[in-house]
């Protein structure tokens, strides 16, 4: 199954203030997803991001505050805008393995605490 | 979208007992059954997974069951040890790509 490193694991940020989170695979994937889970819940999908396209956003997620990018088939990054404390949740990413394999892979996450 | 119920939320079961945890699902199409432990500070990681065309699959202490009829499939794990110890997501595959998960089962295996 596909590795994936996702960076940073952990950020205290101001509000107001935007982060960043990257997430580096070490195959080539379609499909990778970003999803937010807030402490002790489960897991939300934000958005689906393949190469070459516009990412698909969920209901209640918008790109101004979730931009995504996803510039070749390994990489891609989430910037959550204008953080305020509400944002403070676990930000993970996921992969497809493709050909109806199954079996999604996650980054081991992004701890955002917003202050 | 799919529905997804997963009971129960939280669980805890001596050292050596079994366990079992239920996922409810509403898309009739839905055809690939996965489970995801999540601990501490990681990402969930699939421990086992089914597709419709099987009744049952087991690897060693963990099996999951599906019952395509009632729209259920269930996790059970057997002699459970403390590293058991997580919570646990079903994600039923609907007729969309992207996972839907449940709410999650926080197992507490106690030594």
């Known amino acids: 199954s596909a590795v994936i490193s996702q960076k940073p694991s952990r950020d205290i940020c101001q509000r107001g203030t935007s982060l960043t989170i990257q997430c580096q695979v070490d195959s080539q994937v379609t499909m990778m997803f970003w999803y937010r889970q807030q402490p002790g819940q489960s897991l939300t999908l934000i958005a689906t991001a393949n190469q070459g396209s516009e990412a698909t956003y969920e209901s209640g997620f918008v790109i101004d505050k979730f931009p995504i990018s996803r510039p070749n088939l390994t990489f891609s990054t989430l910037t959550v805008s204008n953080m305020s404390p509400e944002d403070s949740s676990i930000y993970l990413c996921?992969?497809?393995?493709?050909?109806?394999?199954?079996?999604?892979?996650f980054g081991s996450g992004t701890r955002l605490t917003v202050v | 979208g799919e529905n997804v119920e997963q009971h129960p939320s939280t669980l805890s079961v001596q050292e050596g007992d079994s366990a079992v945890i239920k996922c409810t699902y509403s898309?009739?199409?839905?055809?690939?059954f996965p489970w995801y432990k999540q601990e501490l500070g990681k990402g969930p990681q699939l421990i086992i997974d089914i597709r419709s065309n099987v009744g049952e699959k087991k690897d060693q202490r963990i099996a999951v069951t599906l019952n395509k009829t009632a729209k259920h499939f269930s996790l059970h794990i057997t002699e459970t040890q403390p590293e058991d110890s997580a919570v646990y997501f079903c994600a039923p595959h609907g007729s969309a790509r992207q996972l839907t998960f449940g709410s999650g089962t926080q197992l507490t295996v106690l030594p």
């Open positions: 996921s992969v497809d393995p493709g050909q109806g394999r199954g079996g999604y892979t």
């Open positions: 898309d009739s199409a839905s055809n690939y």
